[in-house]
């Protein structure tokens, strides 16, 4: 199977500790996107890398998030200090951008508790 | 900024009955229009997409049309079975601008659809 992966598929932390959260795209995909998906809402937007650079973060990702591509390749996502609100699915998802016929697939996600 | 509105749920319906979802959206131009599909325990999937006005998207028995006088990207399936049972996320994407656009999807709030035998 050669989709978009996702480790870990849970995670369920205490309040002020630090998570890290990697993707593995499809390979060749020059994009790659996080997002957040709290209960019973659409995920939301976070931040997009084209290759290894990242050229857009939500306002939504605050300073206790980062994110890194550093080989163009695998992604990280970074919660430094989290709190309760911080609970949701995270979703990774790549492309390939075909002169405006990009599709993303989705990973199955990483599902955060903050406790 | 963009934004789309799908109709409340949840949806239920029994096997074999018509199944319309309603997405309305709002957006600058004329952006990229998607259905995704949730199913029980598994990560979100591409149902369909339309790039441009009046196109049809369509896959496994589901159709949507880019309207852009309504603005609307209703989804319809003529006899649902149970196995469609999931949570449906309409989304858009920006309108495509040379190189420097891209992909960033901005989602409804889905709908859940039940299918009973």
């Known amino acids: 199977d050669t989709g978009v992966s996702q480790d870990p598929r849970h995670k369920i932390t205490k309040r002020g500790q630090n998570v890290t959260f990697r993707c593995d795209p499809i390979?060749?995909?020059?994009?790659l996107y996080w997002y957040r998906q709290t209960l019973g809402q659409g995920p939301e937007f976070l931040t997009y890398?084209?290759?290894?650079?990242?050229?857009?973060k939500s306002r939504l990702l605050s300073d206790r998030f980062s994110a890194e591509r550093p080989k163009g390749s695998f992604s990280t996502l970074e919660i430094q200090r989290t709190e309760q609100g911080d609970s949701a699915m995270y979703l990774c998802?790549?492309?390939?951008?075909?002169?405006?016929?990009?599709?993303?697939?989705f990973g199955p996600g990483t599902r955060l508790l903050v406790l | 900024g963009d934004s789309v509105t799908q109709m409340e749920g949840p949806v239920t319906l029994s096997e074999e009955a018509f199944l319309t979802i309603n997405c309305t959206y709002t957006?600058?131009?004329?952006?990229?229009l998607f259905w995704y599909v949730q199913y029980p325990g598994e990560g979100l999937q591409l149902l369909l997409k339309?790039?441009?006005?009046?196109d049809k998207g369509s896959n496994k028995g589901f159709e949507a049309t880019y309207r852009k006088e309504t603005t609307s990207f209703h989804l319809e399936k003529g006899s649902v079975q149970v196995s469609d049972s999931a949570v449906y996320f309409c989304?858009?994407?920006?309108?495509?601008?040379?190189?420097?656009?891209?992909?960033?999807?901005?989602f409804g709030q889905g709908t859940i659809l039940t299918v009973h035998p």
């Open positions: 998802a790549s492309s390939f951008d075909t002169s405006g016929q990009e599709t993303q697939y």
């Open positions: 390979s060749e995909h020059n994009r």
């Open positions: 890398f084209q290759n290894e650079a990242q050229l857009e």
């Open positions: 957006a600058t131009g004329y952006p990229s």
């Open positions: 339309a790039t441009k006005a009046d």
């Open positions: 989304a858009l994407s920006p309108p495509h601008a040379g190189g420097t656009s891209y992909g960033k999807l901005t």
